[in-house]
Structure formats: structure tokens, C-alpha cells
């Protein structure tokens, strides 16, 4: 099993005073240096720990994720990593006015990296597209011609001009050229009917992240049955990667002490963003009658927010522990999902990062061997 270092650089100071959208006036100048450069040593440090992968993510306005350019971290790291992957999950790709740019801005990585790339596009949820004012309805198509669009401006070996829908150039020749031939490998976040349809259609892998095991199982089933009933092959681990957010200290006691303020941090935060008129309403839009009629349980009543426990919050979404217990729950994720690739997210809430670099040498000096 491969894993791919994960985080989506949430900004760890004053997060009690941060409503959504991140004030100007609460957003602490001096510290972003600390707070960016700590960033790229972990995932420097993540690529020495021999980690397969170092993940990027694309977030605008929040103190959940505080890089609204994943291209643009992903190089600075490329140039000082030698061996992982640089894996982008990925640009949102109706937020970028442009796919051509994106097309071009990927494959300098590619070149910078020396074919390392790992190029994952995604729809975007509703705080992007509140964020940049585009219209949510019209996400999925233009996500869609995107992808096609960046596909053939790796590929074509000619000029050629491109009409679509929503993106109109008479001229399409883009230079750097990938390393990777076809093109670097893509993935995709996603978990409606008609994006694991597209994964499907498209036989690239499919990430799953920020569900309970059994909604993953579903997931990951109607790929499965979706491949070979309607595109005629079928997926293996390595087209399953999951996420699980992680924490290993040296015992079950000890990360839990440490630990349990963080997972409470980010558990509150989203279920609190979720909740937000505007953005409930906009989630709402993304979604179609058949986009989880693969999964009816995904929209099933949820708890109330006192009646969730820190336990049934391990049980369902996160791994702390002893360097055993996680182990032992990995093992378990794979075998029940049959995932290739495992995506922990090792910070979280208010961790920083001097925090996360304390679990991940644990988690690479003890879990890693294990696991692989």
C-alpha cells in the first residue's frame, strides 16, 4: 500500500475568533511566514521520512484550508523534494477563469518535479464557488469540458483551436510540455453518482475522504459495479485511495491527551460550515435526486451535535493512537475498502506544525513499515 502525506494547511492561530469568510483583520501578517514555511518542512521532512506522496489541496476563504493555490505550493516543494510524488487534489477547476493556464502551470511542475506529477482536478464545493462568485449550477460542465480541454493541451502535438460550452480559444499550444507521456496520471475527489461515474468513464483512480467506513464501502462499490457493468474493466486498489485524518504518539493515552482537542476543533468547524444558510443551500445545489441514490444512508438524519462522542468520532472518522492501534486500524481500512493508497491527513484543527512533525516520525519509524 502506498501512502500519499496529506494535509489541507489549516491555519492554526486565534481559530476561535475566525468566522467564515477568514476576516483580513484576524489573519495575523507576521505569522504567515511561520506558518507557510512550516508547511513546506513538513512535507520536506515527509519525502526524507520515505512517504510515497505529498498532497495538495485548494481552499479560498477559510481557516480549514489556507492555500488557495495548491499549483503554487506544490512547485516550491517540488524543487525541494527528490523522491515523493507531488500529488494536487487538486485545482477546482470551474474557479480558474482559464484551464489552459492550469494546463501549463501543471506541466512546469511536471518538469520541475522530473515527472513526479500527480494531477488531481475536482469540482469544488460550495465555499469555492461562493467564494469567487461562480455559478454552482453550471459547476459540473464546466469542470467536465475543463478536464477535457487540459487533457488535450497535454496531448495534441499541433496547434488546434477549442469552441466548447464555457471555454472559447481559437489557439491551443501550450509549452512546457509534460514529462509524463500520455500525461501525468489524474485522480479525483469525489463522491456523487455522476463523479464516480466520470472516474469510471475516464479508468482513473477514485479518492474518498471525509466519510465513515461504511459510506466509503458504498462508494467505492458503485465504482466498482459502474466500471464493469457500463465501461467494461475493472478498477484495482490502485484505482482506491482513502483519507483518514491520523495521530500517533506512543500511547493510546498520550495521543488521545493530546489529540482529542483537535479532532473536537475540526469537528465543530465543519459541521459548523456546513450549517451556514448560504452555504447549505449552495451544497444543496451541487446535488441532483440520483447523486447519492447509490447511497441513501449518506442522507439519513444526523445526530445532533451533543449526542456525538469523541468515541463514535474515532470510530467513524479519525485514527489516535499507539503506533499498535493505528496500525491496526489501517489494516482494517484496507482490507474492508481494498484501497492501493491511503491518504492520512496528519494536520488537523489547531495542530501545528511542529505537533504534526512529532506523529509523522512515529507513524514513518512504526506504522509505515507495518502497513506496506
Known amino acids: ?20 469568510p477568514f476576516p483580513g483583520a484576524k489573519f495575523d501578517r507576521e505569522l504567515g511566514p511561520e506558518v507557510y514555511g512550516g508547511y513546506v518542512g513538513l512535507y520536506r521532512q515527509a519525502d526524507e521520512l520515505g512517504f510515497d ?24 516543494v517540488a524543487s525541494q523534494t527528490s523522491n515523493a510524488r507531488i500529488v494536487i487534489i487538486g485545482n477546482c477547476l470551474p474557479m ?30 460550495a465555499r469555492e464557488y461562493y467564494a469567487y462568485g461562480v455559478d454552482i449550477h453550471q459547476g459540473r460542465e464546466m469542470f467536465e469540458e475543463a478536464w477535457e480541454l487540459i487533457v488535450r493541451a497535454w496531448t495534441d502535438d499541433e496547434p488546434f483551436a477549442w469552441h466548447g460550452k464555457h471555454y472559447q480559444y481559437d489557439i491551443v499550444s501550450i509549452v512546457p510540455r509534460p514529462v509524463q507521456r500520455p500525461h501525468p496520471p489524474i485522480v479525483l ?28 464501502v458504498d462508494a467505492f462499490n458503485y465504482f466498482q459495479k459502474y466500471a464493469e ?24 493515552a498520550r495521543a488521545q491527551e493530546q489529540a482529542e482537542g483537535w479532532v473536537w476543533d475540526q469537528y465543530h468547524e465543519l459541521a459548523g460550515l456546513y450549517a451556514a444558510p448560504n452555504l447549505a443551500a449552495m451544497n444543496e445545489a451541487r446535488r441532483t435526486d440520483r447523486s447519492y441514490a447509490y447511497q441513501p444512508a449518506i442522507a439519513a438524519p444526523r445526530a445532533a451535535e451533543g449526542e456525538v462522542t469523541y468515541e463514535d468520532l474515532l470510530r467513524q472518522r479519525y485514527c489516535v493512537g499507539s503506533p499498535d492501534t493505528v496500525t491496526r486500524r489501517i489494516l482494517e481500512l484496507k482490507n474492508r475498502l481494498d484501497i492501493g493508497t491511503l491518504m492520512p491527513g496528519m494536520l488537523f484543527g489547531g495542530m501545528r506544525a511542529a505537533d504534526t512533525a512529532k506523529s509523522m516520525e512515529l507513524f514513518a519509524k512504526e ?5 506496506r
Not at 500500500?1 to 467564515?20: D, G
Not at 469525489?190 to 461504511?214: F, Y
Open 1 to 20: 500500500m502506498k501512502v500519499w502525506f496529506y494535509h489541507n494547511s489549516p491555519w492554526p492561530f486565534r481559530r476561535p475568533e475566525i468566522p467564515f
Open 53 to 76: 506522496g505529498l498532497c495538495f489541496t485548494e481552499h479560498h476563504y477559510t481557516k480549514i484550508g489556507c492555500v488557495p493555490s495548491p499549483n503554487l505550493m506544490a512547485a516550491a
Open 96 to 125: 480558474h477563469g482559464h484551464p489552459i493556464r492550469v494546463a501549463e502551470e501543471l506541466a512546469l511542475i511536471d518538469a520541475l518535479s522530473n515527472g513526479r506529477l500527480v494531477s488531481g482536478f475536482i469540482r469544488g464545493g
Open 189 to 216: 475527489a469525489g463522491n456523487t453518482s455522476e463523479s464516480i461515474e466520470w472516474v469510471a468513464r475516464h479508468h482513473v483512480p477514485l479518492i474518498l475522504g471525509n466519510l465513515a467506513a461504511p459510506f466509503m
Open 229 to 252: 457493468e457500463e465501461c467494461g474493466w475493472t478498477p484495482g486498489p490502485e484505482h482506491r485511495i482513502a483519507t483518514m485524518s491520523l495521530y500517533v504518539a506512543e500511547t493510546d
Open 367 to 371: 506504522v509505515l513499515p507495518a502497513i
